[in-house]
């Protein structure tokens, strides 16, 4: 099982280093291979993604990416700025389906910003369609208006498709995904209005008939944005194109309060997997030692799960994570009265402890 791994900036070097600890005491035959990106592969190589790390993410089982980005870089032109590594990444490697769970853990619930009985034993599953919509529709640009009320001025146009296989196949995702859950798809769209979200419908309906044992429900997004504040916990995964997916699932990780410990994965139809925590560089707290290695190891959690196929070790990771948290020890991003507050390193030996 081969994994690439990609710390980047900011905190990415220092929670990684968390993760793969973790991962080395599973033993388990991984190969790890480390290669820089963003800022960190601009200074080594002149480019945020060199050929050399895409070529090692191309050839893996699965890649375990930090974060990338610091505002040192927000003058330098667009394409050699960090972030077009993760744009680069999700293109080369047909990365389409992104997985984000947000978990409220039972220890945690005072970080909410909700009541704590309407977020404790949250487990939901956003799956965002990553590669379509309106993010990446043509035609696209800036015109004079040809017509209308204001004929003549400037105007912007984007266009929002999203083709019959491209739902079919994030659709299945979903509802794989569900049956290792509570059985419980939520399609999330604007159908009432678009023409792309009423295909997006009638697609989901026609995936959902090979899934009869899981149920399906339609929920325009505007609905969805306020059901995910007023009762999250009815939701099992919900399903949605780029865009809505986009909004809503940054909506859903703030209800658990806990940035630091929200894992992510995106994948492709062969199953490979880029596996990410939810937050960014951190650069305000970057080489302090306190970053919340804990996302990124729930996220090497997932990689052994959905690209690695070994839900064992899995489990593993999760429960011991769970048992650090019961035993009262918190980062300080997550810290409340009572708890004994460590730096990333001592988080990263307890889950190694916990693991058995
Ligand atoms: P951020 O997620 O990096 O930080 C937001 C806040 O959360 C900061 O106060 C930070 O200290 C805190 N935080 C984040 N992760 C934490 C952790 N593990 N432990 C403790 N505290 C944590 O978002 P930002 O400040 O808006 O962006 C900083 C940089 O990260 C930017 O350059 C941005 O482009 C980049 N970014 C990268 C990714 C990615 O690599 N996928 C995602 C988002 C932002």
Known sequence: MKIAVLPGDGIGPEIIAEAVKVLKALALPLEMETAPVGGAAYEAAGHP??????????????????????????????????????????????LFANFRPAICYPQLTHASSLKPELVAGLDILI???????IYFGQPRGRRRAPDGPFAGAEEAFDTMRYSRPEIERIARVAFEAARQRRRKVTSVDKANVLETS????DVVAEVHRDYPDVELEHMYVDNAAMQLVKAPKKFDVLVTGNMFGDILSDEAAMLTGSIGMLPSASLNERGQGLYEPSHGSAPDIAGKGV???LATILSAAMMLRFSLKQP??????????????????????IASDGCTVVGTAAMGDAVVRALG
């Open 291 to 293: 970053a919340n290695p």
């Open 312 to 333: 064992e070790a899995a489990a593993r990771i999760e429960a011991a994570v769970q048992t650090v948290l019961a035993d009262g020890l918190r980062t300080a991003d």
């Open 49 to 94: 993604l060199p050929e050399a790390t895409l070529r090692l993410a191309q050839q893996a089982d699965a890649v375990l990416f930090g974060a990338v980005g610091d505002w040192k870089y927000d003058t330098l032109p667009r394409p050699l700025r960090p972030e077009q590594a993760i744009l680069g990444l999700r293109q080369a490697l047909g």
């Open 198 to 201: 009423q295909l997006w419908k």
């Open 127 to 133: 799956i965002r369609e990553l590669t379509g919509d």
